[in-house]
């Protein structure tokens, strides 16, 4: 089970108030293989900002700007982006 690598894709649009929060679950578990990738679909408020802090904190932590705008082309974009065969 320590091998698994498990990509984590995080859907983000305008969720400058939930966004540390689920970053903070995610980097707090024991299990460490893993990647963060933070979708945002072109939020307007700090989203984007304060994934950049956490990205400065954690390496595995990642921000991919999705200009598509809706939530399947940021599915997929975050699917495309994952380096890891594992996606949740």
């Known amino acids: 089970m ?5 990509s984590v894709v995080v859907i983000a649009f305008n969720e400058e108030q939930n966004i540390s929060n689920i970053l903070d679950s995610l980097v ?3 299990y460490v293989n ?3 990738l933070v ?4 939020s307007k408020d700090r989203t984007q900002e304060i994934v ?3 990205i400065k ?3 595995r932590i990642k921000l991919v700007v999705d200009k598509g705008g809706s939530i399947t082309s940021s599915r ?3 699917v495309k982006k994952a380096k890891f065969d594992y996606i949740a």
Do not use: A, C, M
């Open 2 to 6: 320590k091998d698994l690598q498990i």
């Open 28 to 30: 707090g578990l024991e």
């Open 34 to 36: 893993f990647e963060v």
């Open 39 to 42: 979708v945002d679909g072109g």
């Open 52 to 54: 950049k802090k956490y």
């Open 57 to 59: 904190k954690d390496k």
């Open 76 to 78: 997929n974009l975050g």
